[in-house]
């Protein structure tokens, strides 16, 4: 676009990505055992999904400024982590195994996920 609106967009959806990545790996790690706090595993992915959310967002328009369609291929693994965090929020249950069930049963997986939008973030440079 001529008034600058798509750079604009690819500037917040790179300093995105690159919170959804500290966001991952602090995630990844309360998974693995690092920490065991409920509250912290919680929050983290709380903000993971709020940051996907938003560049799910940005890559949508995006794509429509630029004249291009795209489809947003991981609403399952974002609908899996709200299930998870509701159902958090009515059982006294610990919520590191609802969390990693989440994400393992997610088409596509976290991973792979994240390895689309560190693609993107190296085209956006």
């Known amino acids: 676009m001529r008034d600058g609106t798509d750079e604009i967009i690819k500037t917040k959806l790179y300093g995105e990505i690159e919170t959804l990545e500290q966001q991952y790996r602090a995630l990844k790690g309360y998974l ?4 065991d706090n409920s509250l912290e595993i919680v929050g983290a992915a709380k903000g993971f999904r709020d940051t996907l959310n938003k560049i799910s967002t940005r890559v949508l328009t995006l794509y429509t400024l630029e004249g291009q369609k795209t489809k947003i291929t991981w609403d399952s693994l ?3 982590i709200d299930n998870a965090l509701e ?3 009515s ?3 610990k919520p590191k ?3 990693q069930l989440a994400l393992n049963i997610s088409e596509p997986k976290i991973e792979e996920v ?5 693609t993107l973030k190296k085209s956006l440079q």
């Open 32 to 35: 693995a055992g690092k920490d």
């Open 78 to 80: 974002l609908t899996n």
């Open 87 to 89: 159902t958090l929020k």
């Open 91 to 93: 059982s006294r249950s």
């Open 97 to 99: 195994p609802a969390i």
């Open 114 to 118: 994240m390895s689309y939008l560190l």
